[in-house]
């Protein structure tokens, strides 16, 4: 296992205006490649730690859906084999999602200060799922009040609360491809 500087991956976006699938998926392999089972552990803390604010109804769904997400997007990205990887990336949006990222990235080494690895792994997760699979940030079958969930209906996913984070400037939401729930 070799050190990684975690901050220095937003570094490397800045300036790839013909950024494609296969530049991405090169960089975020780098990088998940250095993270532990131990960083896993932490990350699986730092979520465990979080869902003590999650409803009791459906905290125990809620944690189930990030661990497992979480886990297995690190396993999923090092071992992703897509031959057709070279599409290019909308340079605007992806710029647009660095940022969000790297103010996420930022403010998340702030509170979870110590070891953790969660922002870094948060980063990588988000890439991933966004431009290299095109799914949603939060996967199909995530709980929100009321009973909702992420869900997809024939080839489009839908989000019962995008909407609602439209005002959120720090919402991963804002670079989910994940449509309004009706």
């Not at 944690?63 to 340079?91: G, H, P």
Request: charged share 25%; proline share 4%.
């Amino acid at each position: 296992m070799y050190m990684i500087n975690d901050e220095y991956i937003f570094t490397r976006f800045e300036n790839l205006e013909n950024i494609n699938k296969n530049n991405l998926l090169d960089i975020l392999k780098e990088y998940s490649k250095s993270i532990s089972i131990y960083d896993m552990m932490i990350a699986t803390n730092v979520l465990k730690e979080d869902g003590k604010y999650v409803q009791a109804s459906y905290r125990e769904k809620y944690l189930e859906v990030y661990i497992k997400y979480f886990i297995m997007r690190i396993k999923e990205i090092n071992e992703y084999k897509e031959s057709n990887t070279s599409s290019k990336i909308n340079f605007e949006e992806f710029n647009h999602s660095i940022d969000l990222l790297k103010d996420q990235f930022n403010k998340n080494k702030l509170s979870n200060q110590g070891d953790s690895r969660f922002p870094l792994i948060y980063t990588l997760c988000s890439l991933y799922t966004t431009y290299i699979i095109e799914e949603p940030i939060h996967p199909v079958g995530t709980p929100f009040p009321g009973n909702l969930e992420v869900e997809e209906i024939n080839g489009v996913y839908y989000c019962p609360v995008k909407d609602k984070q439209d005002d959120n400037p720090n919402a991963v939401c804002n670079l989910c491809l994940a449509l309004q729930s009706e």
